[in-house]
């Protein structure tokens, strides 16, 4: 299990009501998540001021997985030499906060496409190289992406969406492609940002078309006897395939929840939950 840290800079989920979490509330989390033996923190500069409070506190015991900066939206009008500044200032703003990191990875795979993408990947190797990453990765979306990554570049982890909706890659094996590549796998999105524990948000008009799949999630999860929270978390875990989990948690309540969740049975058979439409499996697509 590792810890997301986006609710700790900036207003995120579509089930946070409470907003980001107070410099106590983020201290109980650290600590309680250390004293369990949860060893990783997932950041990113783009998860508001994240790595600015992480950098507050101690981080001994954890490794920290953080992202690149996205490239600026002329990129194909600037020279080469001035999106490298871009990006070398970005990982080294990481790198002051955070000081070395257990991984960087390139947070929108678009920045890898482009003509600067083969020189982006050959900084952070460098930097890999040079010892203050020990590993480069993607946060990836999608098949395809995968498919170009491990054609193009020596990745050592990828981060990607996976719940009891989304099977996509499952089924398409791409988390075994993954894994034969020796490729380790962070699972991100199992509780769809929060639209799987929160009946409020299933209510809201955008999901409408997915009423009826929404309503199957709710009987199975009744039929269980267990929590939602508890169902989506113990179905990532009984993916093999998958390595790290990666949750984020607005108090110590919600994660001694989700550590009650890792010592429970595993969920299989959800096989009939499984959705391919990226318009609700994907939140940037959703229009609330």
């Known amino acids: 299990m590792a810890i997301g840290t986006a609710q700790f800079g900036m207003d995120y989920g579509i089930s946070n009501e409470t907003g980001k979490l107070s410099s106590k509330e983020t201290k109980d989390v650290l600590d309680r998540a250390r004293a369990a033996g949860i060893g990783i923190l997932d950041t990113a500069p783009a998860y508001g001021a994240s790595e600015r409070i992480l950098a507050g506190f101690r981080l001994d015991g954890f490794s920290v997985i953080t992202k690149t900066i996205h490239l600026p939206s002329d990129a194909a009008s600037q ?5 490298e500044k871009i990006v070398r200032a970005g990982l080294d703003r990481s790198l002051e906060l955070l000081g070395a990191v257990d991984g960087m990875l390139v ?18 190797t460098e930097y890999r190289g040079a010892g203050l990453v020990r590993r480069i990765g993607m946060s990836i979306y999608d098949g395809e992406q995968i498919d170009h990554l491990l054609s193009h570049f020596d990745v050592d982890l990828v981060q990607l969406p996976f719940n009891i909706l989304d099977q996509r890659l499952l089924h398409s094996g791409h988390l075994g492609r ?18 799987l524990v929160d009946l409020k948000s299933q209510e809201l008009e955008y999901f409408r078309p997915w009423r009826k799949l929404l309503n199957a999630w709710n009987s199975f999860v009744a039929d269980s006897g267990r929590t939602s929270q508890d169902i989506a978390i113990s179905f990532a875990r009984g993916q093999e395939e998958i390595d790290v989990a990666v949750i984020g948690v607005t108090s110590c309540g919600e994660l001694e929840e989700c550590l009650q969740s890792f010592e429970r049975p595993v969920v299989s058979n959800a096989e009939s939950l499984a959705c391919d439409e990226a318009q609700l499996l994907n939140p940037g697509n959703w229009k609330i």
Not at 178 to 195: D, P, T, Y
């Open 79 to 83: 020279s080469e030499l001035e999106l």
């Open 107 to 124: 947070h929108q795979y678009s920045d890898l496409m482009g003509t600067f993408g083969p020189r982006f990947w050959d900084i952070l």
């Open 178 to 195: 993954l894994k034969n590549a020796n490729v380790e796998i962070h699972a991100r999105s199992l509780f769809l940002q929060g639209l």
